[in-house]
């Protein structure tokens, strides 16, 4: 199987801004996918810190990081979600992500500590 990993809003905002974690997260760009959603909260947080939306979503397309459209499948996985992510805060952005890499069975890049407290039979990999 090939290898894939899933960035999290959190990791792709990390790489864009040169912090910390960018390294790792720039190491795994060949192989990786970002869904859609988080997309979208990307250029949310980027236009929300005062960028052109067009601008923005240069620097998001620059990346060269494919995306990866919010499926029926991914929904359901998401919805599912709620229960176990319910206590630690997640958004439906937080689940749209571990959706699609339960989907592609693939290591998700997050920020997010909390997220390695989530029993889920996919690996979360903590960049800073």
């Given at each position: 199987m090939d290898r894939i990993?899933?960035?999290?809003?959190?990791?792709f905002m990390a790489l864009l801004r040169?912090?910390?974690?960018?390294?790792t997260v720039a190491g795994c760009l060949p192989w990786a996918?970002?869904?859609?959603?988080n997309q979208a909260e990307v250029l949310t947080k980027l236009v929300s810190a005062?960028?052109?939306?067009?601008?923005?979503?240069w620097h998001i397309a620059e990346i060269k990081c494919e995306s990866v459209p919010f499926d029926e499948n991914q929904a359901r996985i998401a919805g599912g979600?709620?229960?176990?992510?319910?206590?630690y805060g997640?958004?439906?952005?937080?689940?749209?992500c571990l959706?699609?890499?339960?989907?592609?069975?693939?290591?998700?890049?997050t920020t997010d500590r909390v997220w390695?407290?989530?029993?889920?039979?996919?690996?979360?990999?903590v960049i800073r």
């Open positions: 990993a899933v960035l999290d809003a959190s990791a040169g912090e910390a974690g960018a390294d996918v970002i869904g859609a959603v005062g960028m052109e939306a067009q601008v923005a979503w979600l709620v229960k176990i992510t319910r206590l997640l958004s439906l952005g937080d689940r749209a959706a699609l890499a339960i989907q592609r069975r693939a290591t998700v890049y390695k407290n989530l029993a889920l039979d996919i690996e979360i990999q």
